[in-house]
T-cell receptor
Framework: NAGVTQTPKFQVLKTGQSMTLQCAQD?????MYWYRQDPGMGLRLIYY???????DKGEVPNGYNVSRLNKREFSLRLESAAPSQTSVYFC????????????FGPGTRLTVT | GNSVTQMEGPVTLSEEAFLTINCTYT??????LFWYVQYPGEGLQLLLK?????DKGSNKGFEATYRKETTSFHLEKGSVQVSDSAVYFC??????????FGAGTTVTVRA
């Protein structure tokens, strides 16, 4: 039981390049989330998916797109990377209720130069 | 809106000392409360939770009690170890998609 997995662990991009961050969970959770973590800013929600086939914007969605490929997988795409998107990105999943708590992946450290 | 305020760090203490991290919240409705821990270079791990007033969450020697009258969820551990050095986040959830985090408290335990 791997929980939540993310790839890659590290990535360096040049401004304007695109990339997709991958996330998968094996806990049969309905809900999945993407966060970014920046020093002094805490964790901020980028997008979430309450169930397969649905996605919604979070607090900081600009510059990102997501795809809920199936129940297990939820990807985050940066179409044209900017230095302001340098951050650590975390994927999380949960059972779909406020009492469940969320389970986080190990993170992707992204640097945009 | 919903928000969480936790004590600022960093907190530095010696092994076997008592640890308390204060957390207070503001919420509409009936929140569930959580403590997460983040070890260096890793993701957040759910440490413990409480889903209604007077519930006590516990795990790995850590405890926290949901106090509705003081809107608090303070984290405590009676005897810390070097391996407890991490960043601790208090969080609440009223609706599943919205997990509101505190700013985090960095704890360093010296041998």
């Amino acid at each position: 039981n791997a929980g939540v997995t993310q790839t890659p662990k590290f990535q360096v991009l040049k401004t304007g390049q695109s990339m997709t961050l991958q996330c998968a969970q094996d806990m049969n959770h309905n809900s999945m989330y993407w966060y970014r973590q920046d020093p002094g800013m805490g964790l901020r929600l980028i997008y979430y998916s309450a169930s397969e086939g649905t996605t919604d914007k979070g607090e900081v969605p600009n510059g990102y797109n997501v795809s809920r490929l199936n129940k297990r997988e939820f990807s985050l795409r940066l179409e044209s990377a900017a230095p302001s998107q340098t951050s650590v990105y975390f994927c999380a999943s949960s059972g779909g209720q406020a009492t469940s708590g969320q389970y986080f992946g190990p993170g992707t450290r992204l640097t945009v130069t | 809106g919903n928000s969480v305020t936790q004590m600022e760090g960093p907190v530095t203490l010696s092994e076997e000392a008592f640890l308390t991290i204060n957390c207070t919240y503001t919420a509409t409705g009936y929140p569930s409360l959580f403590w997460y821990v983040q070890y260096p270079g890793e993701g957040l791990q759910l440490l413990l939770k409480a889903t209604k007033a007077d519930d006590k969450g516990s795990n790995k020697g850590f405890e926290a009690t949901y106090r509705k009258e003081t809107t608090s969820f303070h984290l405590e551990k009676g005897s810390v170890q070097v391996s407890d050095s991490a960043v601790y986040f208090c969080a609440l959830s009223v609706i599943d998609y919205k997990l509101s985090f505190g700013a985090g408290t960095t704890v360093t335990v010296r041998a």
